[in-house]
Structure formats: C-alpha cells, structure tokens
C-alpha cells in the first residue's frame, strides 16, 4: 500500500509541476498582458500599463521558480531519492561513450525541457495557422 501512495503522490507531484512549468511559459505573461489590456485606458496607453505587465510578470516569474523548486524537494522527499534519472542527451554524449556528464538530469530538468517544447510547438501553431497574416491584403 505504501508503495502505491509513494507514486500517486510523486506522479501528483510531477503533474504539478507540468503545469508550474507551462505557467511559466505560456500563463503567466498571457495573463499579464490581459492584465494590462484591461488597465490601458486607451488604444495610446502610457508607460504604466507597460511598467506593470512588466514587472508582474517578472514578479510572477519568480515566485513560480520558487513553487518549481519546492515541489522538486517535495518530490525527492516523497520518493526518497535525489529525483535524478539516468538520461543521456545525445547532445551531451562523450565521443568514447563511458564519461557521464557532471551534473545529474533532475525530474524537474525534463519537466522543463518538455515543457518549452510544448510551449514552442503552441506558438508556432498559433503562428502559422491562427495568428492570420499581418500583410496589408492579407
């Protein structure tokens, strides 16, 4: 029984930070612009609407890395590991093969790269088929 909690709570974990992570690239500035869209008062607006999405999304930002990082030492604690896998980027693989790279590939390094993969396939989606053409006659 243990052991089934152990992973429905690391497999919580590791949707929570999915979602943390696309937050970071695709919520949280959509919702800053929004934000500031909402606040411009005009079509001209000034430097403030400008200044706050700017600095919220900074803001916002931050305090997701902050959640990405806590939920990465929840995640080891509840499996009781380092929450590294073994992973070997062929990018990264020495030309002999036996040299392991330094530094450990963490749940949360996939989580990440996986996640600016899905966000760059979303916008290149939306810009090559929902975006339209900004072409005069377009």
Do not use: H
């Not at 696309?22 to 607006?45: K, R």
């Not at 450990?104 to 760059?120: K, R, S």
């Amino acid at each position: 029984m243990g052991g089934i909690l152990t992973k429905l709570g690391a497999t919580g974990l590791v949707v929570l930070m999915v979602f943390f992570a696309m937050m970071l690239w695709i919520g949280i500035p959509l919702g800053w612009l929004y934000i500031g869209s909402q606040v411009a008062s005009s079509t001209q607006p000034s430097a403030g609407p400008y200044m706050l999405v700017a600095v919220g999304i900074v803001a916002s930002v931050i305090v997701d890395a902050v959640i990405l990082s806590r939920l990465n030492r929840a995640y080891q604690r509840v499996t009781r590991s380092q929450g590294t896998v073994r992973l070997q980027f062929a990018w990264l693989r020495s030309l002999r093969g036996e040299r392991s790279s330094g530094r450990p590939t963490t749940v949360l390094d996939i989580v990440m790269i996986g996640t600016v993969a899905v966000a760059a396939l979303a916008a290149g989606v939306w810009f090559l088929i929902f975006a339209g053409s900004s072409l005069p006659g377009g």
